[in-house]
Structures are given as structure tokens and as C-alpha cells.
């Protein structure tokens, strides 16, 4: 998937599989992001993973250092972790996006999309886009090659 260079830190990226429990328990915490939630009540927002599966996910992502408990026990996301608010974030849209279209996608069917390279149409299309539309990474990146050229 191309990435924004103008806002890209390579040092955060993060590297969870989308179809774990991992991230499921990270779109929930991170989704909301002003809450502590209990094993209980986390298991009751996400009834298709076993109990004893969420409590043992939730102490691999505190010793992570993915996510907070606090003294008494409810677990929630931290403040300084935008890369995990942002990938919850792309999780929420990709669910919301497989909703919409009611269609049987699976996340195999998403991931396939980067590996077909841009369509003609499409870079026609962006040839003639307006000027009050961002550029796109190749209008605004001179390659090395092009710079020798000139």
C-alpha cells in the first residue's frame, strides 16, 4: 500500500495481522480511546473470540507495551500511541467498507488490489485532475533519474 512520504516515519509501522485477536482488541480500545474496559466487557463487544482467549491476549499487549491497565484493573489504549490509533482506525474503514458493499470480501480479496499495477484509465485520469487536488507522490517526488536527465 503507498504511503503518504510528506507524513511517512517508517518507525511506526505497526506489524499486526489484521484477522488476530490482537486487532480486534486494539479497534475497541483504540476506537475508544477515553475508556478502560474489563476482560468481561471487552468479550461481550467481541462474543466471537473465547474469553480466556481476550485475557491472554490483553497481557501479550500490555507486556507489548501496546496498551494500559490501570490499578483496578481495566485495560485501555495510550495517549502517545498514534500509529496503534491509526491502524485501528484502517481497521474500522475496512469493515465499514466491507459492510457497505455487502459483498463476501475477505481480507485476501483487499490485500490483492496492491498487487495490480495502475490502470491506463487511472493515469489518464490523474493527468487531467484539477489543480485543487493534492498530488499524487509521483508529481511531487523528482526520481534521481529525471534529475540527470535535465
Known amino acids: 500500500m ?4 510528506r507524513t511517512h516515519d517508517p518507525s511506526d509501522d505497526v506489524h499486526i495481522n489484521p484477522r488476530t485477536n490482537k486487532a ?14 474489563t476482560p468481561s466487557e471487552i468479550h461481550n463487544r467481541l462474543d466471537d473470540i473465547p474469553k480466556g482467549s481476550i485475557t491472554g491476549t ?7 507495551g501496546d496498551i494500559g ?3 483496578d484493573g481495566y485495560y485501555h489504549a495510550l495517549k502517545g500511541r498514534d500509529d496503534l490509533r491509526r491502524f485501528a482506525r484502517g481497521l474500522v474503514q475496512v469493515q465499514a467498507l466491507t459492510d ?3 459483498d463476501d470480501f475477505t481480507p485476501d480479496d483487499i490485500e490483492q488490489t496492491d498487487d495490480h499495477p495502475t490502470s491506463d484509465a487511472h493515469s489518464e485520469t490523474r493527468q487531467h485532475s ?4 493534492e498530488p499524487v507522490p509521483e508529481d511531487w517526488i523528482e526520481s ?3 534529475s540527470e536527465q535535465a
Open 2 to 5: 503507498p504511503v503518504d512520504l
Open 144 to 146: 534521481v533519474d529525471d
Open 24 to 37: 480486534a482488541i486494539i479497534r475497541v480500545l483504540y476506537t475508544n480511546p477515553n475508556y478502560g474496559f
Open 58 to 64: 490483553l497481557t501479550r499487549l500490555l507486556n507489548d
Open 100 to 102: 457497505r458493499y455487502d
Open 69 to 71: 491497565k490501570t490499578a
Open 130 to 133: 484539477g489543480a485543487d487536488e
